[in-house]
């Protein structure tokens, strides 16, 4: 993979991914999020394959910041002399559930190809890319100041009153986007207004996302929050503890069902039991209308040995086969709502879907082709 070294830790948090120009050349530099909360890594990616490895590894995760990512590896490719064209098609299915990081790779080679076409050269190419990838990264970041606007206004409609005790499921915070993020950009928001009485922090097993990332990125702002194991959330519901359930997504099909990390669906269920709202929060790359339903969406297919191993030590027999998924989809009748930087949802219909996205959504954008 790419070369590392370790940041001490200091009062404020590592970029989860940035661009550098040393004199030897282009890098992209990335926050090691396998090694989170321990240990404040990164890796320095000077070619292709060392970012689709870390891509594979969950090195760099969450759809967003894949899509950026990928923008990014274009431009790598392009500034540095690589075949462009391989370099965006190994990367655009380095992971296949994500349509982000397919929508960003091919952003940045729609750019890169258009100033060749111009005769601009191969130098002005790669600048080309470059500056796409950089804008992506800065759309990015403006789409999650406006979901978590967005957000806090629909919490404040649908749960009058404030205080509000939210349970999420992943990492869905500033380590998966160019901002402050999708669903944790919401509950940051309603944070600072003083309106969250108590975040649950679901583990997300097998790879503990939640205990990880999301823990650590509730400490580091101050949150109050519990960490709790997935299998516990339907005692807290049935408890009365939940107000609000909010997540993030990988691809959001035509139809409105979500896919988004396993463990999912079954919390969708039970808030559906127990009428406690489930709002989905997700930008606008995010929503795939060339995907037409849930069915439609693939799902990847993890190693068995996340499963059967914990940070590298056994738990199960040698030899125990295990089923990995990495998402689950969840159909739109049971969610409230969706929320993006263009606003929300509610009900979710393919109609309203399409008509909130409009031409910025993957599938709708002949960027896509």
């Known amino acids: 993979m790419g070369d590392r070294y370790v940041v001490t830790k200091t009062n404020d948090s590592l970029p989860p991914l940035r661009w550098e120009e040393p004199p030897e050349g282009p890098v992209l530099v990335l926050l090691d999020q396998t090694r989170l909360p321990g240990e404040e890594s990164e890796l320095v990616c000077t070619d292709v394959p060392a970012l689709v490895e870390a891509i594979r590894t969950l090195a760099v995760r969450g759809a967003p910041l894949l899509g950026i990512a990928g923008a990014y590896g274009v431009a790598l490719a392009a500034v540095r002399g690589f075949d462009v064209d391989d370099a965006a098609e190994t990367l655009a299915y380095a992971r296949p559930t994500a349509v982000n990081l397919g929508y960003g790779v091919r952003r940045a080679a729609a750019a890169y190809h258009a100033a060749l076409a111009g005769g601009g050269g191969a130098e002005r190419a790669a600048a080309a890319a470059l500056a796409e990838a950089r804008g992506l990264h800065a759309e990015d970041a403006e789409a999650s100041a406006a979901m978590a606007r967005h957000g806090l206004e629909l919490l404040a409609e649908l749960l009058p009153g404030g205080g509000y005790r939210v349970l999420t499921h992943c990492n869905t915070g500033a380590l998966v986007s160019g901002?402050?993020?999708?669903?944790?950009?919401?509950?940051?928001?309603?944070?600072?207004?003083?309106?969250?009485?108590?975040?649950?922090?679901?583990?997300?097993?097998?790879?503990?996302?939640g205990a990880r990332l999301t823990a650590y990125e509730a400490a580091r702002t101050g949150m109050p929050y519990t960490l709790l194991t997935d299998s516990a959330a339907g005692s807290l519901f049935a408890a009365g503890e939940v107000d609000a359930v909010l997540i993030g997504a990988d691809r959001i099909a035509a139809d409105g069902s979500v896919a988004n990390k396993v463990g999912s669906y079954p919390l969708a269920v039970l808030a559906r039991y127990h009428n406690v709202p489930f709002i989905v929060v997700a930008p606008t790359t995010t929503v795939d209308l060339g995907t037409p339903d849930g069915a439609s969406i693939e799902v990847e297919q993890r190693p068995g040995h996340e499963v059967t191993e914990a940070a590298g030590h056994p738990v199960a027999p040698l030899g125990t086969q295990a089923y990995n998924p990495a998402f689950d989809v969840t159909p739109a009748s049971l969610i409230t709502a969706i929320v993006t930087e263009n606003g929300a949802i509610s009900p979710v219909t393919a109609s309203d879907l399409e008509a909130l996205c409009g031409p910025s959504a993957p599938g709708h954008d002949q960027v896509m082709g």
């Open 179 to 209: 901002g402050e993020g999708t669903a944790l950009a919401v509950v940051a928001a309603a944070h600072r207004a003083g309106q969250l009485r108590r975040l649950w922090v679901d583990e997300t097993r097998p790879l503990l996302q």
